[in-house]
């Protein structure tokens, strides 16, 4: 199975930005990490990291027909862009939305996720071991 991991804007500063939201691991950490945990469950995953909205529009698009699944922490995205949206629904592959805080306990903008309307399943405030659950999903669901 082929999943597709999208990080979206900021998150390539994790480890500098808001450690004491985000924690103090980097943003490669994180890629090292997915990538340990999918090998152990026989899954295949990319990483991808962009801070343009269109450049993760266009992730899932071409994600059609090659990923079997979706990982996505759109980052602040997540709050604002029907693009995404919009694309997830196009592509038809299963997705599973990731944040590493708890962002229903934070501020009132961050309660509405658009990935959330159509993700399978929301994880978040587990920080990376968020992203290795939602592997678990796809590999036993």
Known sequence: MKILVINGVNLNMLGVREPEVYGSASYCSLKQYIKSEAKKLSLTVKCVQSNYEGKIVTAIQKARGR?????INAGAYTHTSIAILDALKAVNIPAIEVH?????AREEFRQFSYIGLVAKKTIAGK??????????YFKYN
């Open 127 to 136: 920080g990376f071991a968020g992203y290795k659950e939602a592997l678990e």
């Open 67 to 71: 990923y079997q699944g979706i990982i």
């Open 100 to 104: 590493i805080s708890d962002i229903s």
